[in-house]
Each structure stands twice: as structure tokens, then as C-alpha cells.
């Protein structure tokens, strides 16, 4: 497979972004609370292989990136266990890996789950659009930051996309990565109903009740303690930070640069058959462009496959990383 640079890579991800910094309000970063966020204080908590949903929140900790904010994320597994890295969906957090995170814990494995940008207790600037690849280079200076040279990575959703651009544009620090419920990174697939969603919001307003159990309807039954939490963090994301989350994604487009994937990086999509975002026709057109990608597809499961079946969606991803057969 043919390579570029990855100093090209970046210009030509950047390339591919229209207007990436298009102004979305106002120029200040801040918490949900207005005020300055700081790195947390203290040891850090001991790792758990397993956290309640009551008490996630104890166990955020928070660290500052060169990409000029600060990130919350948690901690789990085994301390010298190998790295795993995990990328939630759009409006989502950390939390939303607490379901499937004991299975990898179980397996030996030191897992962190992060907030990206504009999401749970991360930085929300809202002078400019989310790109993609701005989500990659979040994720890239968290790993440099905790010293972490090399993970396997899972992505889900949004999340996905990220880890698409991230192996595009961070090859040395992939070891397998798995793309979960995802899609071309195109305007096509992406939208920009989500973005106009946003404006129709107002800048401080925030989705009503009805369009949250619509956003977080799922086909199969979930945990309903974990879905009231997920739901009522995400339902305080305002309108300004949808317009950069939906706006950075609907001007992303990756369907030049899939020819450069480096194809000797394990990957993996994994799909569900009724997923309510990104149909058949997205997997088909994404397998073209990265034919050496496995496939596995879920019958009857819809959109997220980490809170409605995270035993069986655990159990594939670990064999994936220990390199046994799977998918197609």
C-alpha cells in the first residue's frame, strides 16, 4: 500500500476540510459551569476492573494537552496490562464504555476511556468546528501525555471516525484498531441535519426529552441505570457545542486518503444489521475502500453494539487482538 509522510498526511486531511475553522461563538473554552478548567489534583484513583454507574464520576481525572485543552477520562484494568484505548460516539463520554469495560479488564488489560472535545468533562471551545482529525490529534497527545507508545484502539460511532483518521494520521501508534458502528468519513454518510439541529437549538439551549429518547432509542434492551445517566449527560451539551461537533463532522471527508492507510495495521469493522445511522450500503462502500479491513455483522443489533451485546462484542474484539481469526 502505497505511504506518505505523515507530516503530508496531516496537510492533506486539513486539505479535505472545508473552512475548518469556522467560528461557532464564542472564544472561550470552559466547563459546563462557565468556569476555567484544571488538571485534577491528587493521586489518582486506584484501578478498578469494575465502577458502578453511581460512581463513575469519582473516578474521572483530568490531564492537559498540548492541543490547548483539557481532557477527562477513566481508568481501568490491570496496571502493566496492555493499552487499550477507547473512543466514545457523538454527545457521548467515558461512561459510555462502562457496560463493555469489565469484560476487557477481565482480560488483562489497562483500559482508558476518554471524553473527547466538546463531550463529558472535557474542554467545550466553541470558536471553531470539531474536525476529525483535530479528535485524532486529541487522542494522539493524550497517549504521548501518559506515556503510552503504542494501543489497541476501539472507536465507536463519531468515535469511529476518529480512530479512522487516527490510523491515517498516527500508524506508529496503532497495534489493532477496531471501527464499531461506523461509516465513510464523507458529508454524505455524516450530514449536516445534526449541525442545523444545533442552530436550531440557540446557542444555550439544550434537546428536549423527546429528542433524547429518540437519539438513544436502541432495538435490543440496555441497562437502564447506565442509559438515565449516558442520557442525562448528554442531554446538557448545548446547542454551540452540537454546531462544532455536527459541523466538524459533515466537512470532513477521508475518501481521497483511504489509499494510504497503511494495510498492515489490523483492523476491524464491526457492524449491527438494524443500526438506525449508517446502513448496508455505508458498509459496502467502506469495505471498498479498505478492503483489508475484517467484517463482522450482527444480526438484529442495532447502532450500539457495546451497550446491547458488550459480552459478545468484547469477546470478538479480544480475539481480534490476540490475532485469532474473525469476521469476514
Not at 476555567?36 to 489534583?41: I, K
Not at 454527545?91 to 464504555?97: C, G, H, L, P, Q
Request: charged letters at 25%.
Amino acid at each position: 500500500m502505497k505511504k506518505l509522510s505523515q507530516s503530508l498526511l496531516v496537510v492533506l486531511l486539513a486539505l479535505s476540510l472545508v473552512f475548518a475553522f469556522a467560528a461557532c461563538g464564542s472564544q472561550e473554552a470552559a466547563t459546563d459551569d462557565g468556569s476555567a478548567d484544571t488538571a485534577a489534583e491528587g493521586e489518582a484513583p486506584e484501578l478498578q476492573m469494575e465502577i458502578a454507574q453511581a460512581d463513575w464520576d469519582s473516578y474521572r481525572q483530568k490531564i492537559e494537552l498540548p492541543t490547548g485543552i483539557t481532557m477527562a477520562y477513566v481508568e481501568m484494568g490491570t496496571e502493566d496490562g496492555d493499552p487499550l484505548v477507547l473512543i466514545h460516539g457523538m454527545t457521548d463520554n467515558s461512561r459510555a464504555w462502562s457496560l463493555i469495560a469489565p469484560y476487557f479488564t477481565e482480560a488483562g488489560y489497562h483500559v482508558y476511556m476518554i471524553d473527547l472535545r466538546g463531550h463529558g468533562e472535557t474542554d467545550k471551545p466553541v470558536d471553531t468546528f470539531y474536525t476529525i482529525d483535530d479528535f485524532a490529534e486529541d487522542v494522539a497527545a493524550f497517549m504521548d501525555a501518559k506515556g503510552i507508545e503504542k494501543a489497541d484502539i476501539i472507536g465507536h460511532s463519531l468515535g469511529s471516525m476518529t480512530a479512522q483518521a487516527f490510523e491515517l494520521l498516527y500508524p506508529e501508534k496503532c497495534d489493532h484498531v477496531i471501527w464499531e458502528s461506523t461509516a465513510p468519513v464523507t458529508v454524505t454518510s455524516l450530514g449536516t441535519d445534526f449541525y442545523e439541529y444545533g442552530i436550531s437549538l440557540g446557542a444555550d439551549g439544550t434537546p428536549d426529552d423527546e429528542f433524547m429518547a429518540g437519539w438513544y432509542e436502541n432495538p435490543n434492551p440496555v441497562d437502564e441505570e447506565f442509559l438515565k445517566y449516558e442520557m442525562e449527560e448528554s442531554q446538557v451539551l448545548t446547542g454551540d457545542v452540537w454546531e462544532c461537533i455536527a459541523g466538524g463532522e459533515a466537512m470532513s471527508n477521508m475518501v481521497p486518503l483511504y489509499p494510504y492507510l497503511d494495510d498492515s495495521i489490523p483492523t476491524l469493522i464491526l457492524w449491527g444489521s438494524v443500526d438506525g445511522f449508517f446502513n448496508e450500503d455505508f458498509q459496502n462502500e467502506l469495505k471498498g475502500y479498505v478492503p483489508f479491513a475484517k467484517f463482522i455483522a450482527y444480526e438484529g443489533n442495532g447502532h450500539n453494539l457495546q451497550w446491547e451485546i458488550p459480552e459478545q462484542m468484547a469477546k470478538d474484539c479480544i480475539a481480534f487482538f490476540n490475532d485469532e481469526e474473525v469476521g469476514e
